[in-house]
């Protein structure tokens, strides 16, 4: 089964404005990372934050991780239409080699 | 680097034949991935290499799924006999200082 789980699973939001995805996972990990596909392409890595960190910022991205509650969120700051993707959450467990299990995904779509 | 590189990207093959998928991940990664992807079930770890060497293949579906890490280079995906309901796009991908470089998929259809 599938580690992480966002929510919500889609979002339609105007351009401008801020999108907030989460995810929750069920076991202890080393990392938590958040990639990005647009339709019909591979995934591409936005952030990853370790299990020692609270949160993370890469340029209109900031993430926060609570391993008290196994749950992260990906905040995009003033979106744009080019934002529009799906959105996925992966974690890499403690002690698993490396292992990535990933979420089902937001589908997030910024309207002009 | 030209990043992970998969072929082909379209595959249409009739239920019953062999598929065969190709990875060459990014040279120096140690880790490489096979994962599927459908709308129904999203994205699936099959199996994943480390240093050549399958560490877990708990996510390949059926015996009908194979898949060989002969050498740091390059990764096959082998589906005998391929079935409608293995339609669905497969990725690899290779990992480097943690983060994971996916391929751009093979779209699988089999009719």
């Known amino acids: 089964s599938q580690q992480g789980e966002e929510d919500p699973q889609a979002l339609s939001i105007q351009e401008g404005e801020n999108a907030t995805m989460n995810c929750s996972y069920k076991t202890s990990i080393n990392n938590l990372q958040w990639y990005r596909q647009n339709s019909g392409r591979g995934l591409v890595h936005l952030i990853l934050?370790?299990?020692?960190?609270r949160e993370k910022h890469s340029g209109r991205l900031r993430v926060t991780l609570d391993t008290s509650k196994k749950s992260s969120s990906l905040l995009i700051t003033a979106s744009r239409a080019a934002d529009t993707a799906s959105y996925f959450c992966a974690t890499e467990m403690l002690g698993g080699n490396n292992r990535l299990a990933f979420g089902k995904g937001n589908q997030v779509v910024v309207i002009p | 680097d030209a990043g992970v590189i998969q072929s082909p990207r379209h595959e249409v093959t009739e239920m019953g034949q062999e598929v065969t998928l190709r990875c060459k991940p990014i040279s120096g990664h140690n880790s490489l991935f096979w994962y599927r992807q459908t709308m129904m079930r999203g994205l699936e770890l099959l199996i994943y290499?480390?240093?050549?060497?399958?560490?877990?293949d708990s996510g390949m579906p059926e015996d009908r799924f194979s898949a060989k890490m002969p050498n740091a280079s390059f990764s096959t995906l082998k589906i005998q006999p391929s079935e409608p309901r293995d339609s669905a796009v497969y990725f690899c991908a290779s990992m480097g200082r943690g983060e994971a470089f996916f391929g751009q998929g093979t779209r699988l259809t089999v009719v």
């Open positions: 934050i370790r299990s020692n960190e």
């Open positions: 290499f480390n240093n050549n060497v399958p560490i877990d």
